[in-house]
C-alpha cells in the first residue's frame, strides 16, 4: 500500500504539490492526468524518493520513503519506475540492460539474471531482440524494454510515467498493450498518461491534477462521465 | 661544416640495447596510464561529489597538471620531493611525473565526456536501485571512457613521448637514456637519435593502431 499524506513539495519559490492525500491500494491501477506542470511526474519521482519532499510523508508497506534511515536503494527495488524518455542504457544489449540490475543489484547469479530477463523480454514481446543494442530499436520497442528492465527487478509497484508520449502514434498501441498486460495481472501501478482511452479502460481510479493539487479522484466512468470539478470539466473538454 | 661521415651500421650494432630501452619505455607509458586512468576517474568522481574540498583538490591538479611544464612535473618529483627528505629513483620519480600528467589531462576529457551524458542515465540506474557509485561504475563509465577514446589514446601517444624527459632525472634505461649513453660514448648523434626516433615513431605508431582496434571490438554500439 502506498499512503501519500498532506505532502508538498517546491522547486525554489513555486510550490508543484500542494498538500497531495492518496492512497493507493495493493493491486489498484491508478492513473493521473491533469495538465502540464500540474505536478504530476514531481509525485511519481518523490514516490520512489528521486526526490525529497518540503513536508507530508509518503509510507511505502509501513516504511517512510522520506525518513532518513530508509535505504532508498533496498526500497527502489520494491517500486520500479518507467519514464517518458526510456533512458535506455546504450552501451549494453537489450538483453544486458535487462540483467544489469538482477545482478549487480540482486546479486543474482548470470544464469539467474539471464532467465529473469529473458522471461521478461518475451513477456513484452522482444524475444528476437536479446542481442540488439537499444539504438538499433524503434522508440516502442526500447520502451518495452525499459518496462522489462524494471519488471526484472520483480517490483511490488511500477509507476509509469507518460511513457508513450515521446512515441510516434504507430508505436503507441504496443506499449499500452503492455500496460494493459501487467494491469491484468494485477501489478499495483500508478500511471500518468494523456491516453484517456487507456485510463478509462485499465483504472480502478482516475485522479485528475491541477497546479499541484489532487483536484478531483473518482472510478473512471465518474471521473470521465461525471466530472464534479470544473477543472476537470475544462480539462476533459480540451483534452476530447 | 659537411664533413660529418655517417657510420650507420656502427650504430645499428646498438640496436639490440635500444631496443632493449624502447621495452622500458613502454613499460613506463603504459604504467602511467594505467595508473592515471584510476586516478582520473578518482578525480572525476571528487568533482562530481559536490564536496568542497574534494572537487577543489581535483580541480587544482587538473590545472597545474594542464597548465605546467611536464619537465617540470617530473622534476618536482625527483627534485622536488627530495628536498622534503623523500628521494625516488630517476624510474619512480618519471612515472610519478607523467601519472601526475596524465591523471590531469584525462580528467579533463573525462568531465567533456560527462556533458555528452544525460542525468538521466544516473537516474534510470539509480531507479533500479542502484547506489550512486554503482551507477556511475556500471552505465556512466562506460560511455565516458567511449566518448573520451580518442583523446585517451593521444595521452597515451603523448605518455609515450614524455618518458624521453627522464633524462633529466637520471633515468638511463629507457630508449632516451640509452640513446643519450650510446651517444655520449660514440658522438654518433645524428644517427643514434634517428634510430630512436624511428623506434617511438613505431611505439608510438603501433599503440594508435592496437588502440583503434581495441575500440573496434570494443565499442560495438
Ligand atoms: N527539477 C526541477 N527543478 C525546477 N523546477 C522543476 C523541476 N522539475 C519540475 N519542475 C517544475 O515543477 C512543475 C511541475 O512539473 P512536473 O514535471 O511535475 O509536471 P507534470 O504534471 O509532470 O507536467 P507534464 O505533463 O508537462 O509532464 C513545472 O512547473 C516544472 O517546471
Ligand atoms: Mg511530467
Known sequence: MIEIENVRKSFGELEVLKGINLTVDKGEVLTVIGGSGSGKSTLLTCINGLEPIDAGRIVIDGTDVHAKSTNLNKLRQKVGIVFQQWNAFPHLTVLENVMLAPRKVLGLSKAEAEAIAVRQLTHVGLAEKLSVYPNRMSGGQQQRMAIARALAMSPEYMLFDEVTSALDPMLVGEVLDTLRMLASEGMTMICVTHEMKFAREVSDRVAFFHQGVMAEIAPPEQLFDAPQHAETKKFLAATH | ?221
Open chain 2, 1 to 221: 661544416m659537411f664533413s660529418y661521415t655517417f657510420q650507420w651500421k656502427q650504430a645499428l650494432k646498438a640496436l639490440p640495447q635500444m631496443l632493449d630501452g624502447a621495452l622500458v619505455t613502454l613499460q613506463i607509458a603504459l604504467l602511467s596510464m594505467a595508473i592515471g586512468l584510476v586516478i582520473a576517474i578518482i578525480l572525476t568522481l571528487f568533482r562530481m561529489s559536490g564536496n568542497r574540498i574534494l572537487s577543489g583538490f581535483a580541480t587544482a591538479w587538473v590545472e597545474i597538471a594542464r597548465n605546467t611544464p611536464a619537465l617540470f612535473q617530473i622534476y618536482m618529483a625527483h627534485f622536488g620531493l627530495g628536498s622534503f627528505g623523500i628521494h625516488l629513483s630517476p624510474f619512480t620519480s618519471l612515472l610519478v611525473g607523467i601519472v601526475f600528467n596524465n591523471a590531469g589531462y584525462l580528467a579533463e576529457n573525462f568531465r567533456g565526456a560527462l556533458k555528452a551524458i544525460p542525468d538521466t542515465q544516473t537516474r534510470a540506474g539509480r531507479s533500479l536501485g542502484m547506489s550512486s557509485l554503482q551507477a556511475f561504475r556500471l552505465i556512466v563509465m562506460p560511455q565516458m571512457l567511449r566518448i573520451a577514446f580518442l583523446p585517451v589514446t593521444n595521452q597515451m601517444v603523448w605518455a609515450i613521448l614524455m618518458t624521453s624527459l627522464g633524462v633529466t632525472v637520471g633515468m638511463n634505461t629507457d630508449l632516451t637514456g640509452v640513446t643519450q649513453d650510446l651517444n655520449a660514448r660514440s658522438f654518433r648523434t645524428f644517427e643514434f637519435f634517428a634510430i630512436a626516433a624511428v623506434i617511438y615513431y613505431v611505439i608510438a605508431k603501433a599503440v594508435t593502431l592496437a588502440a583503434r582496434a581495441f575500440a573496434s571490438r570494443m565499442f560495438r554500439y
